[in-house]
């Protein structure tokens, strides 16, 4: 770290301004030093820089309680430091100068003055190079707190994680009591909220949709022969577009006018068609309902068959390239 | 034999929307029952009269234009006329809840005779009372907030509207629950038991007229409506703000 610093302030030193070849008329009366401002200013960069470097120590530590308050209380710290910090600056450190006229941009003449304006506006600090130092290390170790949140968007190179859910052959549908269901309860024209037996329901592969059709009105893909046992059906509860839980069950009262039955999802209308295996009929979803397959044991209650057709919830770079394991 | 008894069934069915001609378009044919006439031969003359064209002879459903109505009961019966759903100009048009042109001896009657066709269920009695308000609006936004939204003011699924239970009453709203109508699902005692049932009508009931205690209630469209006249609001404040500072610094 001290290499560091030794590195900033060898390479701010090396970028100083080429000497004038005739000092020309000053156009910023000189002001006296002001030393207790630039204390004021150092120790406030130095309180931002410390904020600013705890937001990703309280976003690493997980046992901590209220971590969310806290990190904002960090983050808004390290601004209300930094804004302080501008303010003594400008207030106390920096001589103002009003200019009658616009700001000349145009003539070189004139650019030469407004540069020699800022140049002479900065006269008064004593200890230059330590306060850009101390401001770029309070810019850094925000810009370093902003990024931070970037790591909660998921795993960047490691997503086998993602294709991971809790179901495999055997394990039983249970209700939100923890009750196992049994087929001959699942009836047409309603549909159940299912989770596996023994498994973290929190986890994104866990909840199920569960539905009954006519085994007649299925028209499932081949490949799903023996899927939906009495025309059971299940599907993954989390929508492929943004990850919401599909709490909508359209189903027609009267088939032969009415739209036919599908899942739809309450955030953004992608609706599935359960019939052929969760295919979006409507809305922004790019993917269909993942289905489980189902079997139904001797004692008349539902088991998984295997895992979902496809990944669970929204979609990421390659989701179709591998299924989902348990 | 076999042939002429197809053409017979062929015939029957032609002639039964013939026979019936004048489906309701604006209103509704009433039937003069004469005194002594049961409820269910009164009820079976106005659904001659009203419902047959959709429905088929003794409620059996035709195809492509009414479902069968044996064993509904008098449940889905009650609810479909008490809500003005019933009879609809077009069978392909979602029902929507209109102004009942049957009288209430009429309703009862054809309520009496859709039961006598297969039994089925009959019109529960929720007794929203013993309910509880906080539990009823913990279920009505895990069961019903999503189509209806959890100030029960209606909104959309695909391809339908949700209504909003505005003017639905009790009985409405727990016949509803049960039945399912039109395109909602219908939830049985096992997701939905009565106890919990009668907790929903209370909150159902109680969302109409909300205790607004932060003040102005924006329709109860919800928290981003809110948040955005929170927005337009400090935004004009910050204009004029602007505007005041300006003007100063000027003179």
Redesign the interface.
């Known amino acids: 770290m001290r290499w560091l610093v030794a590195l900033v302030v060898l390479v701010l030193g090396r970028m100083r301004r080429r000497p004038r070849l005739e000092e020309p008329e000053r156009l910023v009366p000189t002001g006296a030093p002001d030393r207790r401002a630039e204390n004021i200013v150092l120790l406030l960069f130095g309180a931002a820089t410390v904020c600013a470097i705890a937001v990703p120590v309280v976003y690493v530590w997980d046992a901590i309680p209220n971590q969310t308050q806290f990190l904002g209380l960090a983050l808004g710290l390290a601004l209300a430091c930094i804004s302080a910090a501008c303010i003594v600056i400008a207030k106390r450190l920096v001589v103002t100068e009003e200019l009658e006229e616009e700001y000349g941009l145009t003539h070189p003449d004139e650019e030469e003055a407004v540069e020699q304006l800022v140049d002479e506006s900065g006269d008064r600090f004593t200890r230059k190079r330590l306060l850009v130092v101390a401001g770029a290390g309070a810019g850094t170790a925000l810009g370093a707190a902003m990024l931070t949140p970037a790591a909660s968007l998921g795993p960047v190179f490691e997503m086998s994680s993602l294709y991971k859910t809790p179901w495999r052959r055997g394990v039983r549908l249970v209700d939100e009591a923890g009750r196992v269901f049994l087929a001959d309860e699942i009836e047409e024209g309603t549909f159940y909220t299912a989770y596996p037996e023994h498994a973290q329901r929190e986890q994104m592969g866990a909840p199920l949709v569960v539905v009954r059709l006519k085994p007649a009105e299925l028209r499932l893909p081949d490949a799903r022969y023996g899927w939906a046992p009495g025309g059971i059906l299940a599907y993954s509860k989390i929508c492929t577009h943004a990850g919401c839980a599909i709490a909508l069950y359209r189903k027609p009262t009267f088939a032969p006018v009415e739209p036919k039955p599908a899942l739809v999802c309450p955030c953004h209308y992608s609706t599935f068609d359960v019939a052929d295996g969760g295919s979006v009929l409507f809305g922004p979803a790019g993917r269909p309902l993942p289905q489980l397959p189902l079997l139904v044991d001797p004692a008349g209650q539902l088991r998984a068959a295997g895992n979902f057709s496809g990944a669970v919830g929204p979609s990421w770079w390659g989701v179709r390239r591998h299924g989902p394991r348990s | 034999m076999r042939r002429a008894l197809v053409m017979c069934v062929a015939l029957g069915l032609l002639a039964v929307p013939a026979a019936a001609a004048d489906p309701p378009q604006s209103g509704v044919t009433h039937v003069h029952a004469a005194p002594g006439t049961s409820p269910v031969d009164w009820g079976a003359q106005l659904f001659g009269a009203n419902c047959v064209t959709c429905h088929g002879p003794n409620g059996r459903g035709l ?5 069968s109505l044996r064993g509904v009961g008098a449940r889905a019966a009650d609810f479909y006329l008490r809500t003005g759903y019933m009879p609809l100009d077009d ?2 048009n979602e029902p929507q809840r209109s102004r009942v042109l049957f009288s209430k001896g009429e309703l009862a009657a054809l309520v009496e005779y859709v039961a006598s066709l297969g039994g089925g269920p009959r019109i529960p009695r929720p007794q929203p009372g013993q309910g509880g308000l906080a539990k009823g609006q913990e279920l009505f936004t895990e069961h019903c907030a ?2 209806h939204q959890v100030d029960a003011k209606g909104g ?5 509207v949700a209504p909003s239970l505005d003017h639905a009453s009790p009985v409405e709203i727990a016949e509803a629950v049960r039945t ?9 005692g ?2 939905i038991s009565d106890a919990q049932l009668n907790s929903i009508i209370r909150y159902v009931s109680y969302a109409r007229h909300p205790d607004d205690r932060g003040g102005w209630a924006l329709g109860h469209i919800g928290p981003v409506p809110e948040g955005l006249v929170t927005w337009f609001i400090g935004i004009v404040l910050l204009i004029a703000t602007c505007a005041v500072i300006g003007k100063r610094i000027e003179s």
Request: a positive charge; charged letters at 15%.
């Open positions: 195809d492509s234009r009414g479902p069978p392909g999503g189509c959309y699924v695909t391809n339908a399912g109508p039109y395109l909602m699902p219908r939830f049985t096992r997701q």
